[in-house]
């Protein structure tokens, strides 16, 4: 079986370029087709790809300073690659790369961190902060996006199943393409995090530190909380404002090493997080370490977080992002955190590990490529079971497959 890897772009090796590579173990050193490459010679070692192949769009002045705003003519770069000879087709994709051209003979499968949140969800916040979105380019962006909008949902037609990142990703693929999928969490190198059972007296924070991440509401509460400790680990363009509104129990760490970093969440009391993010890896290694988690419950924490009133509870979820509320959820885990236990904590990351992820990959792949298998009879044993099952009585029953494991 010959396997192509459609991925947007590589400009760094993050989270994205993680699934990839993570993939690229479940198939093997694939060919990798995207829009642009900038990655060192170490990290496309890393990514495990058998080839790199990259659109004629690489080839544009200053591209690797500005490839952000090539956006306009990236449906047509990714439309440009030829995957005819290949078996399976698996897309990473956060805009572009489902769209890429797929013929009867193959079966594609779409791995999708989220929709193009610029395009749908977010596009008012983003043309308010973008200073292009004034005239005279106001209305060439504008119509841009919109013929983006219509490309991604004609495109959303093309894969042959579709996986979510976390439940709200594929909540997001339901309401904007009006597809079926199945979640398979990103995989987190949880051993990486060993679990510690003894803990020190203070709580942790760690993330780049600009406007979304909300770190600020953390910063915030712990001013009204003079004798908690919060350690504040990362670095980025809000670090000075943050700093000049902090009271003296809140320390600001900076960038530290990975295995300071490791050490530092290992023994925190309990790990904050105030942002809302699709999925939220830095949460699944806090609670493979052992250490509860307390965050925001919209996004990726509601999958990654048991609360309270749940049987083994992992952290604290809140509903509103706003000061008082931060406060509350951690005198919350003051008043009950000897029902949260670590070794709780550590099990339930076991579900997020790289051996899980690899498994549903490879189960959903023999699926997929089964025989029997027919799209239809697929999505709607999807629908009929909540994200975290994918019915497998009614797939094996309709399409002849085997039962596909938990994806959550």
Same mark, same amino acid.
């Given at each position: ?6 991925h ?10 993680q699934?990839? !590579?993570r993939?690229?173990?479940? +198939?093997?050193? !694939? ?6 490459d900038?990655? !060192? ?13 990259v659109?004629?769009? !690489?080839?544009?002045?200053f591209?690797? @300073?500005?490839?952000r ?5 990236c ?14 087709v ?9 769209? +890429?051209?797929?013929?009867?003979? #193959?079966k594609?499968?779409a ?26 380019? /106001?209305?060439f962006?504008?119509?841009?996006l ?6 991604? *949902? ?5 894969p ?9 990703? @594929? ?28 803990k ?15 770190i ?7 001013s009204?909380?003079?004798n ?16 000049t ?25 309990a790990f904050?997080f105030a ?6 890896i ?7 370490? /052992? ?22 509870p ?8 706003? #000061? ?13 955190? *000897? ?7 550590h099990m339930?990351a #076991? ?10 990959? #490879? ?13 239809g ?13 994918? *019915? ?7 399409? /002849? ?8």
């Open positions: 079986m010959r396997t192509a890897i459609a947007d772009w590589l400009p760094v090796y993050s989270g994205a370029e699934v990839v !590579s993939i690229m173990d479940v +198939v093997g050193p !694939s060919d990798l087709f995207t829009l642009f900038f990655l !060192s010679d170490s990290d496309r070692k890393r990514l495990g790809a058998a080839n790199i192949n659109s004629h769009l !690489s080839k544009l002045p591209v690797e @300073k500005f490839y705003y090539s956006f306009p003519l449906p047509n770069a990714i439309e440009s690659f030829d995957l005819s000879p290949y078996d399976l698996i897309s990473s994709s956060a805009a572009f790369a489902k769209g +890429v051209i797929i013929h009867p003979h #193959q594609h499968i791995y999708i961190h989220t929709p193009a949140r610029y395009a749908w969800d977010q596009t008012f916040e983003y043309l308010a902060k973008t200073r292009f979105s004034k005239f005279p380019f /106001g209305p962006l504008a119509h841009s919109h013929r983006l909008r219509l490309w991604d *949902a004609r495109t959303a037609h093309g042959d199943v579709f996986i979510a990142n976390s439940t709200i990703v @594929k909540r997001r693929i339901e309401q904007i393409y009006g597809r079926q999928s199945i979640v398979i969490h990103p995989p987190v190198d949880t051993q990486q995090f060993p679990l510690c059972e003894e020190d007296d203070y709580y942790v924070v760690a993330s780049r530190l600009v406007p979304y991440k909300r600020d509401l953390i910063v915030d509460a712990f009204r909380l003079p908690k400790r919060l350690l504040v680990v990362g670095d980025g363009p809000d670090k000075q404002r943050l700093m509104g902090a009271t003296p129990n809140v320390e600001f760490r900076g960038h530290v090493p990975r295995r300071e970093l490791v050490e530092t969440i290992r023994r925190a009391k904050i942002g809302c993010e699709d999925f939220g830095v949460m699944a290694e806090a609670l493979a370490a /052992g250490t509860p988690v307390i965050a925001y419950r919209r996004g990726g924490a509601a999958d990654i977080v048991t609360p309270l009133g749940q049987e083994k992992t952290g604290i979820l809140f509903d509103r992002q706003d #000061q008082a509320t931060v406060v509350e959820a951690i005198q919350q885990f003051e008043a009950n955190k *000897a029902s949260i236990h670590a070794a709780d904590c339930k #076991q579900a997020f590990s790289v051996a899980a992820f690899q498994s549903r990959f #490879q189960n959903l792949i023999d699926a997929v490529m089964a025989p029997t298998f027919t799209r009879a697929f999505e709607e044993a999807s629908r009929a079971g909540p994200a975290r099952s994918v *019915a497998p009585v009614s797939l094996r029953a309709r399409t /002849g497959v085997e039962a596909l494991e938990p994806v959550g």
